[in-house]
């Protein structure tokens, strides 16, 4: 991004073995080194007394109190841990200026892009379906994420498993979304309005399995919802998704848990045609990154996987849904 | 505290004015009227041009708004940005006020302690939420800008569906510099919406000069006109109804 210019002050820069004592707690903590830099302050990896934290310092009071709300409030949605529990909240002086940070918990994890870059792309919708479980429990608090996209992901381990990093556009239903980003904002593509309610989260969990074939990510043009059409129904890695896709971009599917079931039976069916056809076994392997859903409908590209690969790859989603599956009627 | 109404002015300029003095004049102006002056510097991607990035913080400064430069391509996000920040920091200071009348002293929120600030945050969201609010765009459509309008009319159509996904009423108006006779062209009166502004910019004949000081003061009146016109048509037009200015 562009040098952003702006009236305020800007978060501190610390450097490593930096204290910090909290005025209102009298916590200590110790910088060991910067994790990231946003538009609301810079998160810095820490020591604290109960160990490896994420400290994030920002200039601007109203903006960390928003976000330290929004983590609070999330402690308090029942089940999994949505997104990194909060530790601490206070304010430190720094050559006179005073600057309010918070403490939460330091998730360890690799993007979402590295982890489909290293595991293979058929972990692609099994994220999106954690996701979708995770958006359901967030919706029937009365939450919406509002700023979902891969940036603010992060997959952790083990077992692999995606969370919520950066939870700051996270927005009471149906008040305005706080924060967008353009290619995740269904109102950006003119196919819905930004009020907090559940469909919006649900369109941009879609644009998320769209961003991980396309990585570069495309203008609206004239028409967005034909240059979204057009763009599922040119890759083949989307075909067995282009229906849900589709009905999850125009607000098809009225909360998330029936988008998460949908996109379930996708995945169990994908596997199945695919493992009836014991003679892949003979082909040799060669490098490759698997496309499991192109070999189903593109006869030609036989050769180019590794039959022992794919049917392990199956087999692991087959368990992975039906874990899903007992945890939903746990 | 009530939920009344928030006025903002969004100046979209790139910062070279050149006719009619200082435009911070105006701004510091504004601001006694209780009009907030946001500036939004909108640059060709390469340019950056100091006495230009120097007007438009000093406009904003001047009147009690933020100011943000932006190249083209980012534009429809920053201006809705711009526009919830300053309600955001205008309804700060309101609540500071409160703040030091309960408290006695020059006390400012951010002195409370982290768990307090939470609760006056969530009370700052909720207003925010649910204010009227009024906003003058004014854009400089002088020659230098010439190419950046079609990006500017998407981000206030985007600005408005923004907006409209709030509880509160929007009113905008939009207003161009320099105008054709005068110093400044209203090319939308004030409305609910700006979904109809198809080919706004077009009538725009771009001149040499950019008279943004003038500009801004006429922008200042059309919150004087609105009031009037909902003081002689209250009862006919119903979203005027609740106004009680």
Redesign the interface.
């Given at each position: 991004m562009?040098k952003?210019?702006?009236?305020k002050n800007e978060a501190p820069d610390l450097s490593k073995g930096t204290k910090l004592l909290g005025k209102?707690n009298k916590n200590p903590y110790y910088i060991r080194r910067t994790l990231g830099r946003g538009a609301t302050g810079a998160v810095y990896l820490a020591d604290s007394r109960e160990g490896q934290v994420a400290l994030k310092v920002g200039h601007n009071?109203?903006s960390i109190?928003?976000e330290?709300?929004v983590l609070?409030h999330f402690a308090k949605v029942q089940g999994q841990v949505l997104g990194p529990s909060l530790i601490d909240?206070?304010?430190i002086t720094i050559a006179g200026r005073?600057y309010?940070f918070?403490v939460m918990e330091f998730l360890k994890g690799e993007t979402v892009f590295k982890h489909l870059d290293r595991h293979g792309k058929e972990w692609g919708p099994v994220l999106i379906v954690q996701l979708l479980g995770d958006l359901d429990r967030l919706h029937r608090a009365g939450w919406v994420f509002g700023d979902l996209k891969p940036d603010n992901l992060i997959v952790v381990s083990p077992p692999y498993r995606i969370r919520w990093l950066d939870v700051g556009g996270t927005t009471l239903q149906?008040?305005?979304?706080?924060e967008?980003t353009?290619f995740f904002d269904r109102?950006?593509w003119g196919l819905g309005?930004?009020?907090?309610e559940p469909s919006y989260d649900l369109f941009a969990a879609a644009m998320i399995l769209m961003n991980m074939i396309y990585k570069r990510q495309f203008d609206k043009g004239r028409d967005g919802q034909q240059t979204l059409t057009t763009h599922i129904d040119r890759a083949p890695e989307l075909w067995p998704y282009r229906k849900w896709l589709k009905k999850a971009l125009t607000g098809q599917f009225s909360d998330a848990q029936k988008m998460k079931q949908s996109l379930m039976n996708i995945i169990s069916k994908e596997a199945k045609p695919v493992k009836r056809n014991p003679s892949f076994h003979q082909q040799q392997q060669k490098p490759q990154t698997l496309k499991k859903r192109g070999r189903k409908r593109g006869k030609t590209q036989k050769s180019t996987f590794g039959m022992l690969d794919g049917v392990l790859v199956i087999a692991f989603l087959l368990l992975a849904s039906a874990l899903y599956w007992v945890g939903q009627l746990i | 505290m009530g939920t009344g109404t928030l006025k903002q002015i969004l100046l979209l300029t790139d910062g070279c004015s050149n006719e009619g003095g200082d435009p911070s004049a105006i701004a510091a102006l504004a601001r006694e009227q209780q009009v907030t002056v946001n500036v939004i510097g909108v640059l060709e991607e390469g340019a950056m041009n100091e006495s230009g990035q120097t007007e438009i913080e000093n406009i904003a400064l001047a009147g009690g708004g933020i100011s943000q430069i932006v190249y083209k391509q980012q534009l429809a996000q920053t201006v809705q940005m711009v526009t919830k920040q300053a309600m955001t920091q205008t309804l700060q200071g309101v609540v500071n006020q409160e703040l030091s009348q309960i408290l006695g002293k020059e006390q400012e929120w951010d002195e409370l302690p982290p768990e307090k600030r939470g609760e006056v945050m969530e009370v700052v969201d909720e207003i925010g939420e649910k204010v009227d609010l009024e906003v003058a765009i004014l854009v400089d459509s002088s020659a230098s800008m010439r190419m950046k309008l079609p990006t500017v009319q998407e981000a206030l159509i985007d600005l408005s569906l923004s907006m409209a996904s709030r509880g509160g009423s929007n009113r905008f108006t939009l207003l161009a510099f320099p105008g054709k006779k005068k110093d400044v062209d209203v090319l939308c009166e004030w409305t609910k919406g700006m979904d109809q502004l198809d080919g706004i910019f077009q009538k725009i004949t771009p001149g040499g000069i950019t008279p943004t000081g003038p500009a801004l003061k006429a922008t200042l009146n059309q919150f004087e006109k609105l009031k009037k016109r909902s003081l002689i048509s209250r009862g006919e037009e119903t979203f005027f109804e609740e106004r009680s200015s």
């Open positions: 562009e952003k210019h702006s009236l209102w009071s109203m109190t928003s330290v709300n609070k909240a206070d304010d005073r309010p918070y149906g008040r305005a979304i706080k967008y353009e109102g950006y309005d930004r009020k907090a | -």
